[in-house]
Nanobody
């Protein structure tokens, strides 16, 4: 499966963005999906994950209550709605697909990755 993330950009602190990750080559209903991010000089970190049917989600503590991950399997797309953005949310955001049914925060368990989209939050 190929993944294409989009929707990044420059936003002021307190603002919102919605990231999209469009899949091709195979239906995403076969995968758990995740969002990760990597800030300059830092390691890639887990942001959110969603189960194959969308009924279960998991969020990093740093984004819980501000970010919402969702999916539309009919459109082969997952989303990350980001509200109340903070400068520390600035990073390249990656979507990823994981075979199997269990959610995971471990990037090594994901099998396919998109190219990333840059989110910059100004103070």
């Amino acid at each position: 499966v190929q993944l294409q993330a989009s929707g990044g950009g420059l936003v002021q602190a307190g603002g919102s963005l919605r990231l999209s990750c469009a899949a091709s080559g195979r239906t995403i209903s076969s995968y758990c999906m995740g969002w990760f991010r990597q800030a300059p000089g830092k390691e890639r970190e887990f942001v959110a994950a969603i189960s194959r049917g969308g009924g279960s989600t998991d969020y990093a503590d740093s984004v819980k209550g501000r970010f919402t991950m969702s999916r539309d399997n009919a459109k082969n797309t997952v989303y990350l709605q980001m509200n109340s953005l903070k400068p520390e949310d600035t990073a390249v955001y990656y979507c990823a697909a994981k075979e199997g049914y269990a959610l995971s925060r471990d990037a090594l368990r994901y099998d396919y990755w998109g190219q990333g989209t840059l989110v910059t939050v100004s103070s």
